[in-house]
């Protein structure tokens, strides 16, 4: 299992804003966690970032 190292939330106040977001989140290592949730008019992605297990040898 690996393990969590950080954690954030991505917001936008439109779904092709959040889908950009986390777009560019995702290739900067972080990936999503759980369900896109509505706040107001806000639409929120829990995203994580794991250790990295990549050993060089």
Do not use: N
Not at 15 to 23: E, S
Not at 47 to 55: L, W, Y
């Amino acid at each position: 299992m690996q393990k969590v190292t950080d954690y954030k939330l991505f917001t936008s106040d439109s779904p092709q804003g959040l889908t950009d977001t986390v777009k560019s989140a995702m290739a900067d290592g972080w990936v999503p966690s759980g369900i896109v949730i509505q706040f107001r008019d806000d639409l929120i992605q829990a995203m994580v970032k794991f250790e990295d297990t990549t050993a060089s040898v």
